[in-house]
Each structure stands twice: as C-alpha cells, then as structure tokens.
C-alpha cells in the first residue's frame, strides 16, 4: 500500500545534498539530516539532527540521499534496511551512480520491503542552491507522484523517465557525456580562436548567436573562465567518474563510444594532473599541456 509521506530524511549534505535540504527544509517539510562528515555543521537550518542513517530511517517515511558514488549509496542502503525500528518505506537516491549500482540498490531494497527510486540530478552547485535542478526519477510512477509537492521544493524540472531504477542514471551519464564533451570541444575550439588573433570576449560573443552555443560557451566560459574565477562548482573528479560511467555502460550496451572513449581520456588526464580542482580547470590543462 502506498501512503502519503509526512516525515523526510536526507543523509548526505556535501556541495549538492547540503542545498538540496535546505531548500526542502525552507519549503516547510519535517526534515532529519545526517553526515557522516559531521552532522551539526553542515545540517540547513530547521532541520534535526540524525545520530546516524540508521536513526534517520527510524523517523522519517521518505529518506533522499546525496552521496559521492555507488559504493557509499548500497553502504547507506544497507544501513537504512538494517535499521531497528525502521519507518522509511521509500528511498530517493540522488547520487549519480551508474546504472548497474541503481539496479542493485533496487534489489536490496525490494527484498526489504522498500521501495527505491533511481533519481540524479543536473543543473550543479548553483542550481541546487536556486532549487532549478532537474531531476530524473525511475521507479513507479505512482510513488513519484505522491512526492510531487516536495521534489518541487528543491527541483524545477521533474522527469519520470521510467519504470525502472537505472534508467534515471542512464539519462544522468548521457547528459554529462554531452556536458563534458561541449566543455572539452569548446576549449579546443576557443584557443585555436585566440591563437588567431582574436580575443576571448569576442569568440564568446559570436558563438553564443551561432549554432556552436552551448552550456560551456554561455555559462562557464563567460561566468567562470574569462573572469579567471574556475568556479563551476563541480569537481573534475565527479565529471571524470561520470563520463567513465557513460563509456562503460555504453560498451556493455554495444552502442558507439568513438568520441565518447577520446573525451574520457581527456578527462582521465585532466583529473590526474589536477586533482581537486574544478571542471572549468580542463580548459587551463589543455592550454598548457605540452
């Protein structure tokens, strides 16, 4: 039996999860929060503290978590399913994982009398802070629809893209195979404009008219990269783990992965000879790569 979700948790509040509650919190929705980095200073405001997940799948009816990978997402999963006393009945993973990770959370939860929905998100730092993230949920639609009010508390776009957990991160890895390569072609594209003369601004100004567009040119190169700034707010790491997943499921899909395999190799590097830093670095390694 499906029932309407009073009390929320959220377990994960690093640079996307820690904005994400706030805003849930903001919006008026009962929300306990957890990190194993320490709860108390990273919890939103109006919010209550969880000692650990396990505490957190005690209250609340609906637990979000936003975590680095799919190792840590099935260890949270296993917490929340051997929680003593446990009141979530409905977990909302929005972690980019791949696939293969969303598909065996959905199983151990299946067998635990919960039901998972495989629900990453896009839009970066600042579109978690603004609440104007898109989210791709999978899993049933009709559990969807019963959180419609809180996913509109801190989402602006909500797909239900399928039936089944995993097809949301496959729609997640695609999107940033195609946000990694724009920011990969564009650097390329824009220091040959400069070894040519012509000025950064200016290359900016005629691209985002043109056909050539694109999120790198309208907003990182703009905002991010001709003010010197590097600041997206996403890591390389995270971009690099993505664009790996795209690769891998690609291949086990036998779909094409001729530029996709070349883009991920840029990154490889990138990540290499950059960790910590922010995706807009790439365009720094490239240009002073010998």
């Known amino acids: 039996m499906i029932v309407m979700p009073e009390q929320f948790g959220f377990i994960g509040l690093g640079q996307m999860g820690g904005p ?7 919006n008026g929705f009962p929300l306990t929060v957890y990190d194993k980095a320490g709860t108390q200073g990273l919890a939103p405001e109006s919010t209550q503290l969880g000692a650990d997940a396990a505490d957190v799948a005690r209250i609340a009816d609906t637990v979000f978590f936003s975590v680095p990978d799919g190792e840590v997402s099935l260890i949270v999963v296993n917490e929340i399913i051997a929680s003593v ?12 994982i791949g696939p293969a990770a969303a598909r065996e959370a959905n199983a151990r939860c299946k067998a635990a009398g919960i039901t998972y929905i495989d ?3 896009s839009g970066g730092q600042a579109g978690a802070r603004a609440g104007t993230i898109t989210i791709m949920l999978a899993g049933p639609k009709a559990e969807v629809d019963l959180h419609q009010d809180v996913l509109s508390g801190f989402t602006k776009n909500v797909f239900h893209v399928g039936e089944e957990p995993g097809q949301g991160q496959a729609v997640k890895i695609l999107n940033n195979f195609l946000s990694g390569t724009a920011m990969v072609a564009s650097t390329e594209a824009v220091l040959y404009g400069l070894s040519q003369g012509i000025d950064m601004k200016t290359i900016l100004d005629v691209v985002n008219v043109s056909t050539g567009q694109n999120t790198a040119t309208a907003d ?15 890591a390389t790491a995270l971009l690099t783990k993505d664009v790996n997943l795209f690769v891998d499921n690609a291949r086990e899909a036998g779909t094409p992965t001729k530029i996709a395999e070349a883009i991920t190799e840029v990154w490889d590097k990138t990540n290499d000879a950059l960790p910590g830093s922010d ?6 390694h490239l240009r002073d790569e010998p």
């Open 85 to 96: 006393d446990r009141r979530t009945s409905v977990i909302i993973d929005l972690s980019t």
């Open 220 to 234: 990182k190169f703009p905002r991010r990269i001709l003010t010197e700034t590097f600041d997206a707010g996403f």
């Open 20 to 26: 994400m509650a706030g805003n849930i919190a903001a």
């Open 279 to 284: 995706i807009t670095m790439v365009y720094r």
């Open 119 to 121: 629900a990453p998100v």
